[in-house]
T-cell receptor
Framework: DTAVSQTPKYLVTQMGNDKSIKCEQNLGHDTMYWYKQDSKKFLKIMFSYNNKELIINETVPNRFSPKSPDKAHLNLHINSLELGDSAVYFC???????????FGSGTRLTVV | GDSVTQMEGPVTLSEEAFLTINCTYTATGYPSLFWYVQYPGEGLQLLLKATKADDKGSNKGFEATYRKETTSFHLEKGSVQVSDSAVYFCALAVNTGTASKLTFGTGTRLQVTL
């Protein structure tokens, strides 16, 4: 059983397109996150949801919109994709009880 | 704001050598500290953590001690293996109530050779 699963694993698309990445966790965690890892491996938080409520929204362009239909799912929709959006996007979840952060395996997005 | 500074890589060691990867932090609150490992082509895995001062996290032969006086959380291993080759990230999290976020260092690539 995969604890945090995200799809797709790879995504290649043209500039200007709209795409979505899906994430699901089966750990019963209350909080879910999206992180972006750039080409130099630097990881930075984008969003955090707690029980479907947006808690953290870092300085991310409005083209990025997270959606959490329930506390086990956090999807990321990206409009009008740009070359600079190319990165690996990681979903994660955590438990407030023990700081048990768990990451998905990542989605490598390539915009051409 | 919160930040994590870790030593620049890459670090290249021979098998069975001693490993130290330095990590220091600044935080507005009382953070928990983590080391994550990313093997080639894979996601992030929690390696170890410590939630309060003087705690020692350990896993798979790696260990790190939470030093509040020096704001450090250095990663050590007594004898590295080729299979330890990966990128290692130091991170902190401060609980602000309903959510906390991980703030990562820039990562240190470790290459272990025979």
């Amino acid at each position: 059983d995969t604890a945090v699963s995200q799809t797709p694993k790879y995504l290649v698309t043209q500039m200007g397109n709209d795409k979505s990445i899906k994430c699901e966790q089966n750990l019963g965690h209350d909080t879910m996150y999206w992180y972006k890892q750039d080409s130099k491996k630097f990881l930075k938080i984008m969003f955090s949801y707690n029980n479907k409520e947006l808690i953290i929204n870092e300085t991310v362009p409005n083209r990025f919109s997270p959606k959490s239909p329930d506390k086990a799912h956090l999807n990321l929709h990206i409009n009008s994709l740009e070359l600079g959006d190319s990165a690996v996007y990681f979903c994660a979840s955590s438990s407030e009880r023990d700081y048990g952060y768990t990451f998905g395996s990542g989605t490598r997005l390539t915009v051409v | 704001g919160d930040s994590v500074t870790q030593m620049e890589g890459p670090v290249t060691l021979s098998e069975e050598a001693f490993l130290t990867i330095n990590c220091t932090y600044t935080a507005t609150g009382y953070p928990s500290l983590f080391w994550y490992v990313q093997y080639p082509g894979e996601g992030l895995q929690l390696l170890l953590k410590a939630t309060k001062a003087d705690d020692k996290g350990s896993n798979k032969g790696f260990e790190a001690t939470y030093r509040k006086e020096t704001t450090s959380f250095h990663l050590e291993k007594g004898s590295v293996q080729v299979s330890d080759s990966a990128v290692y990230f130091c991170a902190l999290a401060v609980n602000t109530g309903t959510a906390s976020k991980l703030t990562f260092g820039t990562g240190t690539r470790l290459q272990v050779t025979l």
